[in-house]
């Protein structure tokens, strides 16, 4: 992740959100490259890759995509530190992952099944700050539609690294509406695509209009049945790069917070400098309600 390193105070938006409280989100960890961990601040905060969430003591739930390379090679456990107890990134406690645990369904062209699992060399026993395990939704279970909150240390506006948590308010809404949303914006793309190409190959604009009444129709569904969508229509408050494998949860009638996805992926426009945060393009999580079975079965087993 590539980014410029700020002051908390001199920017507090991610996209519309706010920074978060210390111990407002104890379950919060985040998922640091060993090699680029140095002794100084900003080493601690430029070497955070990815977010996750502790749901047992020596468990931590993230993203495939953050310990799987394009290749399908996983991540070896002893290049990985978690971060806990702070929403700080240069304070908290270092902790050792000893296994990862890919999905073994994970596609990391479409970014299905994208959830992993990181089991840490010892349980969480002491900490410098708050630390606690979230509740993550259980199998099978609908995922309503409506408010809910996204946190993490992911890119702001202009490439800015927050260094402290951020978390912001955005709905879940159906997935049709960011098929819709990346159906509409994929054919854009693809007409200025065909017009970039063809006014350079001097083809003839019939036949790339031609081309593009053949193409445009096949666009399908970008979202399977193991994602959600969540966000604002606007783009204003939404996950970005650097959020990867933290947590979207909705409140519970009795007060606590429900895990009910993992921040996964996003589109912006072909071209765009923005990465994130473009109207109609609403963020990906992964549906937990789909794999609660394989979370506990690989804990069991493991």
């Not at 111990?23 to 919060?28: D, R």
């Not at 089991?119 to 259980?138: F, H």
């Not at 879940?172 to 006014?199: F, K, S």
Request: aromatic content about 6%.
């Amino acid at each position: 992740m590539q980014g410029t390193l700020v002051v908390p105070e001199a920017d507090t938006r991610i996209y519309g959100g706010r920074p978060a409280e210390q111990g407002a989100w104890p379950a919060q960890v985040s998922l640091h490259s060993r090699e680029r961990v140095g002794a100084d601040e900003d080493s601690r905060v430029l070497s955070q890759f990815c977010g996750g969430t502790l749901i047992a003591r020596q468990w931590v739930l993230t993203a495939a995509h953050c310990v799987v390379g394009q290749d399908g090679a996983v991540q070896p456990a002893d290049d990985i530190l978690v971060r806990s107890g702070h929403v700080a990134l240069w304070q908290g406690d270092f902790r050792a992952v000893a296994a990862v645990f890919a999905h073994p369904d994970y596609d990391p062209v479409r970014l299905d099944a994208d959830i992993a699992l990181l089991k840490l060399a010892q349980p969480v026993a002491e900490s410098s700050g708050p630390v606690g395990a979230i509740s993550v939704i259980g199998q099978g279970q609908p995922v309503p539609e409506g408010p809910s909150v996204v946190i993490g240390w992911g890119l702001m506006e202009d490439d800015v690294i927050p260094g402290v948590l951020m978390e912001t308010d955005i709905d879940i809404v159906p997935n049709e509406t960011c098929n819709r949303g990346m159906a509409e914006q994929a054919r854009r793309d693809l007409g200025a695509l065909l017009l970039n190409v063809g006014g350079g190959a001097q083809i003839p604009v019939d036949t790339l209009e031609e081309a593009f009444a053949i193409l445009s129709p096949a666009i399908g569904n970008f979202l399977t049945d193991n994602m959600i969508c969540a966000g604002v229509t606007s783009g204003a408050r939404s996950s970005c790069n650097g959020d990867s494998g933290g947590p979207l949860m909705i409140r519970r009638e009795d007060g606590g917070w429900l895990q009910v996805g993992v921040v996964s992926w996003g589109r912006a426009p072909l071209g765009s400098d923005q990465r994130c945060g473009h109207p109609q393009l609403y963020a990906v999580y992964t549906r937990l309600s789909n794999y609660f079975d394989w979370i506990g079965e690989t804990i069991r087993q493991n």
